[in-house]
């Protein structure tokens, strides 16, 4: 059992499918593969990649700032789309994230065939480090 000061926001939805959104592990803060859906588990922002990858780095972000990390303190990345080519016309919204940031976080982006959902059409994770 992961202690409740190293979990952040245990909503209902994480609970029903045992998962945590971010936990802390010494020095990392590894956060959970993040889609863009309401706390019931249901898609939002369908059909709209710039959406639904805004919404994503606005749910990560809340999960970095709980934890007193911004987008400078990420150290990996993974990204996994439904569309490259739909993701590349967003990545405008991941550059947005780490503008300002001196050396932004390593990353891998992949095509995949589907996500959790149908109308999902990213889902992005990342590991966080305590430097201070």
């Known amino acids: 059992m992961i202690p409740a ?5 245990m909503r209902e939805i994480e609970k029903e499918w045992a998962f945590c ?3 802390r592990a010494g020095d990392f803060l590894f956060i959970a593969g993040t889609v863009s859906w309401d706390d019931n588990a249901n898609p939002t922002n369908l059909g709209d990649m710039t959406a639904q990858m805004r919404a994503i780095y606005a749910d990560i972000d809340a999960s970095l700032k709980h934890y007193g990390l911004g987008p400078a303190d ?3 990345e993974n ?4 569309d490259m080519d ?3 016309e967003a990545f405008h919204v991941r550059v947005d994230f780490y503008k300002g940031v ?4 390593t990353g891998t982006a992949v095509e ?3 996500l959790i959902k149908p109308g ?3 889902e992005i994770e990342m590991i966080a480090y305590f430097s201070k």
């Not at 000061?5 to 926001?9: G, L, V």
């Not at 990204?79 to 439904?82: A, D, E, Q």
């Not at 001196?102 to 976080?105: V, W």
């Open 102 to 105: 001196e050396s932004p976080a």
């Open 79 to 82: 990204l996994f789309c439904t």
């Open 21 to 23: 959104q971010a936990v």
């Open 86 to 88: 739909k993701f590349n």
């Open 120 to 122: 999902l059409m990213l």
């Open 112 to 114: 995949i065939s589907r």
């Open 5 to 9: 000061d190293q979990a952040f926001r």
């Open 74 to 76: 990420v150290v990996k």
